[in-house]
């Protein structure tokens, strides 16, 4: 059992992690034996993301702290909270993965930037594109004018060659 102590010590580290995230989103995590969880802890530390479990009186406390409209006493079953301190859309991935690999793990909510989301709202943050690949689909459509024109000029020098090609081939 914890001491009156301990229990503020939880309280506090979880208010600072609520501070400094970029994207929590709260799991229900019944059922899932501890090896898996390791596994999901070591998959989220190298993308700067970990996951925490906490007494909900204890996450209730940390929400109020630092001042979020959430009450994780609504949220049901055993919570683990996935915090995303780098990438966000990575984060939502690596849960929505761990997800379809575990049956009984359930997306129950998030906060994206301090704003309460819905479990589907993290599942379709997981569908977005990875940042790179955005970047690279802008590249894309930004270039894609410029290939277009060069394309067109390209076209009006092809067309000039067979037609001279035709006329000599008629002398």
Request: avoid cysteine.
């Amino acid at each position: 059992m914890l001491t009156k102590s301990q229990k503020e010590k939880i309280v506090d580290d979880l208010a600072k992690k609520f501070a400094e995230e970029k994207i929590v989103i709260f799991s229900k995590i019944h059922k899932i034996p501890l090896q898996r969880l390791d596994d999901l802890r070591r998959k989220l530390k190298k993308i700067g993301a970990e996951l925490k479990i906490a007494k909900k009186t204890l996450m209730k406390r940390a929400v109020e702290i630092a001042g979020l409209a959430l009450d994780p006493k609504k949220l049901e079953g055993e919570v683990g909270i996935i915090f995303g301190y780098e990438n966000q859309v990575e984060t939502a991935k690596i849960i929505q993965k761990f997800k379809k690999e575990n049956d009984t793990l359930q997306i129950l909510a998030g906060l994206l930037d301090k704003k309460i989301i819905s479990g589907a709202d993290v599942v379709a943050l997981a569908k977005l594109p990875s940042r790179e690949q955005l970047l690279a689909m802008l590249a894309g459509t930004l270039v894609a004018p410029i290939r277009n024109l060069l394309n067109v000029f390209q076209g009006n020098q092809r067309k000039l060659v067979v037609v001279l090609t035709k006329i000599k081939d008629k002398k």
